[in-house]
């Protein structure tokens, strides 16, 4: 069974770093397409980034540049790395695998306040 | 960057019925336009894929159609673990998108 699960959330001030993971089981996140989507509070769904098999990374452009995706083969996982945080990126963030986005994880939660 | 436009935004529907779901697209995504269902608290679970091929545990009541802009998610007969919001995403061109969504809610 595939499972991934984040973590990483938490309250932050405007300006500020914050690192998520996704710990993945059941598959290797090197052989796979993993992405990361976010959803605001009371909000429509938000694509964010996509790590491709081969390292490819592309992000959508309200965190291009500020937001960094990677992942650790040997740890199973991928990160994301977000940086000069805004309030509007206060959100559920999910990981997903594949293409299709057909396995999520729970999310985790990211507030920007002062 | 792809706009997808999703309608109607409500959808208030009876058990039994049918619903009808619409997707358009700004630009072409050939049948890479996927469906996810989310409930209140969860996270959303793939429905359909490449516009129409329905995804592994997914009833047969769920239809996906189209191709290029405009795309129709159909849900023949509605049960009551149905009413949920509906959101499609493209995956053709960079950076991908979804749409604002459409709940189904309950009349």
């Known amino acids: 069974e595939v499972q991934l699960v984040e973590s990483g959330g938490g309250l932050v001030q405007p300006g500020g770093s914050l690192r998520l993971s996704c710990v993945v089981s059941g598959i290797s996140v090197s052989g796979n397409y993993m992405t990361w989507v976010r959803q605001a509070p009371g909000k429509g769904l938000e694509w964010v980034s996509v790590v491709y098999a081969g390292g490819e990374i592309h992000y959508g452009d309200s965190v291009k540049g500020r937001f960094t995706m990677s992942r650790d083969n040997s740890k199973n996982t991928v990160f994301l790395q977000m940086k000069s945080l805004r309030p509007e990126d206060t959100a559920v963030y999910y990981c997903?695998?594949?293409?299709?986005?057909?396995?999520w994880g729970t999310g985790t939660t990211v507030t920007v306040s002062s | 960057e792809i706009v997808l436009t999703q309608s109607p935004a409500t959808l208030s529907l009876s058990p039994g019925e049918r619903a009808t779901l619409s997707c358009r697209a700004s630009q072409s995504v050939g049948s890479y336009l996927v469906w996810y269902q989310q409930k209140p608290g969860q996270a959303p679970r793939l429905l359909i894929y490449d516009a129409s091929n329905r995804a592994a545990g997914i009833p047969g009541r769920f239809i996906g159609s189209g191709s290029g802009t405009d795309f129709t998610l159909t849900i023949s007969s509605l049960e009551p673990e149905d009413f949920a919001i509906y959101y499609c995403?493209?995956?053709?061109?960079?950076?991908?998108?979804f749409g604002p969504g459409t709940k189904v809610d309950i009349k």
């Open positions: 997903a695998r594949g293409p299709n986005l057909d396995v």
């Open positions: 995403h493209q995956r053709s061109n960079w950076p991908f998108t």
